[in-house]
């Protein structure tokens, strides 16, 4: 893997994990896991791996843009429970929800179940579950999103 591969992954990982609202906050956090990279560097990477800039401010991968739609608008709250993590939505929407959620390919998922408003999935631990819940809070931060 090239330096430029393993840097662009870093900058997704660290997109994914949590809100970033600016380029210096993506430089900053890449040289802290040890990346020596310039605003201009982190530029250049954010326009080949297909980074956008929400409207609240927050950088998100185009390919999370879709999820980011289906939490937006079906989305109604999600609740941990052991290593389990409940995602509920708006009548008829948890088929769509929980097909986004197995595209957007987070780790430790072990699988989901959909039914009609709701999508579980089951994580490989009860620490997975709450980072996977930390993860889906920055998809729409306005809703319930209980520990």
Known sequence: MT???????????????????????????????GFECTQATVSRDAAEIGLRKLLGGGYVLAEDLHLHRMFEDLVTGVVRSQQLVLVKTSAGGAMGVAAALDAGGFEHVLGSIAGDDTVLLITESEAAAEGLVGALSRYAPRRGFRR
């Open 3 to 33: 330096k430029r591969s393993t840097r662009q992954d870093a900058l997704r990982a660290i997109v994914r994990g949590g809100t970033v609202r600016t380029q210096q906050e993506l430089v900053d956090r890449l040289r802290a896991l």
